[in-house]
């Protein structure tokens, strides 16, 4: 199977612009997570996807958002870039969540420069 | 804010020898991931290990779970050269946090040649 894909791998953006990240889920994994990575501040994370419902959004402003299509893929877009967001922006997919545990696999990541 | 603390933050060792690396965390938990990272890259699942288990072995690594002291312990034996990484514990709550993970700070372990 193929693994969790993201694109663009690696982008440049201008503060106040607006960002979109894609990520594929290996396929028949229904839940996407997304997290960003920054050396001062970890891994954060920043919201969940499961069957196309936001099921948890961690604490970034609203200028973070996200949805899943119907085919389990995920984008999340930021609004109003900030010199802050650069970050690697880290996705992950799993069968599912609840009850049952299931391992997160994650993509390579997008590496987003905000100048 | 992050649920773990790691420990050490960083270790160097030569090839051969054992790497310990700490891990804790603050609040009841459904499981705790392992995770190593290379450099800037994506996150590679290494093992996971439910809060009703002790020790889960996996290759060279062992993972012991201590949920009385609300901590965790990775061993890689006979580490190599491609063992180095960034090593990060991952804790998952209860269900209704669905998949979210809170990850700890990491642990930069280097294996000289």
């Known amino acids: 199977k193929a693994g969790v894909t993201q694109t663009p791998r690696y982008l440049i953006k201008t503060r106040g612009q607006q960002v979109t990240l894609s990520c594929s889920p290996i396929s028949g994994h229904r839940s996407v997570s997304w997290y960003q990575q920054t050396p001062g501040q970890g891994l954060q994370f920043l919201f969940e996807?499961?069957?196309?419902?936001?099921?948890n959004k961690g604490n970034f402003p609203g200028r973070f958002s996200g949805r899943q299509f119907s085919n389990s893929r995920s984008e999340m877009n930021v609004s109003t870039l900030e010199l802050g967001d650069s970050a690697l922006y880290l996705c992950?997919?799993?069968?599912?969540?609840?009850?049952?545990?299931?391992?997160?696999?994650f993509g390579p990541g997008t590496r987003l420069t905000v100048t | 804010s992050q649920q773990g603390e790691e420990d050490p933050q960083a270790l160097s060792i030569q090839e051969g020898e054992n790497a310990t690396m700490n891990c804790s965390y603050k609040t009841s938990i459904n499981n705790l991931q392992w995770y190593r990272q290379n450099s800037g890259r994506g996150l590679v699942h290494l093992i996971l290990?439910?809060?009703?288990?002790r020790e889960k072995h996996s290759g060279r690594l062992r993972v012991t779970l201590d949920t009385s002291k609300k901590s965790s312990s990775l061993l890689i034996t006979a580490s190599r050269a491609a063992d180095t990484a960034s090593y990060f514990c991952?804790?998952?709550?209860?269900?209704?946090?669905?998949?979210?993970?809170?990850f700890g700070e990491g642990t930069q372990l280097t294996v000289n040649p």
């Open positions: 992950a997919s799993s069968l599912g969540a609840g009850q049952v545990t299931y391992e997160q696999y």
């Open positions: 991952a804790t998952r709550m209860g269900e209704t946090s669905g998949s979210r993970l809170t």
């Open positions: 290990i439910r809060s009703n288990e």
């Open positions: 996807y499961f069957s196309e419902t936001q099921r």
